[in-house]
C-alpha cells in the first residue's frame, strides 16, 4: 500500500506570506491530488496532477508534480485567511475500476492569522 | 449545486450498541464510498459500493460493518456493535464516471 507523507504537519502564518507543503512517497504516484479540509466540513478536491513535472495553478494556488512522480508540492502565494484549513494530498487508483479508493496523507494544518 | 448530505451530523452512542449512519449521494451518481477519520489522524478508506455490491472493503471493514442502498437515494454504514475505537468522523463520497469524489460533511460518531 502506498504511503504519502505530508511535511510540515502544521503550518502557522501571517496573512501575505507565502508557504509551501510538500507531499512525498517512496513510490512513484499514478496520479495524485490535493483537496482541502474545512472543519465541520468533508475534502474537497482543488486539482489533479498526472504527468511527471506538471504545473497547475488554481488563483494564488500553484501545484507542481515532481518529474519522477514520487512528490508533489503546493505553493500558496500571499495566504490570507480564508486558506485556512487542512490540505490533503490522495492518490487515486491507477485505473478507475468499480473500487476508485483515495489513499489520504495526514494532511498539513495550515492556520493564517490576520 | 447538487451535494452529498449525511445525517445526523453527531451520534453519541454507547459501546456495543447498533449505529446507522446514513447518507444521500448525488443523484446521477455510481460510486459510492466510505471513508473515517479518527481524531488526528489521516482519512482512511473503509468501502466502495457499485452496482449494488461492495466492490472493495478495508482491513477495518470487518463483519462488524455493513452497507447498504435500500432505496436508490440513500447509500448506509451499519456498525452492529460499536466498540470505542469506532469513534471518529465519517465520511460517505460519491463520484460519476470522472475522476472526483465528492464528500459529505461527515457525521461524527461518539462511542461511550
Known amino acids: 500500500t502506498q504511503l504519502l507523507e505530508q511535511s510540515p504537519q502544521f503550518l502557522s502564518i501571517q496573512e501575505g506570506e507565502n508557504l509551501t507543503v510538500y507531499c512525498n512517497s517512496s513510490?512513484?504516484?499514478?496520479?495524485l491530488q490535493w483537496y482541502r479540509q474545512e472543519p465541520g466540513e468533508g475534502p474537497v478536491l482543488l486539482v489533479t496532477?498526472?504527468?511527471?513535472?506538471e504545473v497547475k495553478k488554481l488563483k494564488r494556488l500553484t501545484f507542481q508534480f515532481g518529474d519522477a512522480r514520487k512528490d508533489s508540492s503546493l505553493h500558496i502565494t500571499a495566504a490570507q485567511t480564508g486558506d485556512t484549513g487542512l490540505y490533503l494530498c490522495?492518490?487515486?487508483?491507477?485505473?478507475?475500476?468499480?473500487?476508485?479508493?483515495?489513499?489520504f496523507g495526514q494532511g498539513t494544518e495550515l492556520s493564517v492569522k490576520p | 449545486e447538487p451535494e452529498v448530505t449525511q445525517t445526523p451530523s453527531h451520534q453519541v452512542t454507547q459501546m456495543g450498541q447498533e449505529v446507522i449512519l446514513r447518507c444521500v449521494p448525488i443523484?446521477?451518481?455510481?460510486?459510492f464510498y466510505w471513508y473515517r477519520q479518527i481524531l488526528g489522524q489521516k482519512v482512511e478508506f473503509l468501502v466502495s459500493?457499485?452496482?449494488?455490491?461492495?466492490?472493495?472493503k478495508s482491513e477495518i471493514f470487518d463483519d462488524q460493518f455493513s452497507v447498504e442502498r435500500p432505496d436508490g437515494s440513500n447509500f448506509t454504514l451499519k456498525i452492529r456493535s460499536t466498540k470505542l475505537e469506532d469513534s471518529a468522523m465519517y465520511f460517505c463520497?460519491?463520484?460519476?464516471?470522472?475522476?472526483?469524489?465528492?464528500f459529505g460533511p461527515g457525521t461524527r460518531l461518539t462511542v461511550t
Open positions: 463520497a460519491s463520484r460519476d464516471r470522472g475522476v472526483e469524489q465528492y
Open positions: 513510490s512513484v504516484f499514478s496520479s
Open positions: 496532477v498526472v504527468t511527471g513535472g
Open positions: 490522495a492518490e487515486p487508483p491507477m485505473i478507475y475500476n468499480q473500487g476508485g479508493k483515495l489513499i
Open positions: 443523484s446521477n451518481h455510481l460510486y
Open positions: 459500493f457499485y452496482n449494488n455490491e461492495i466492490s472493495e
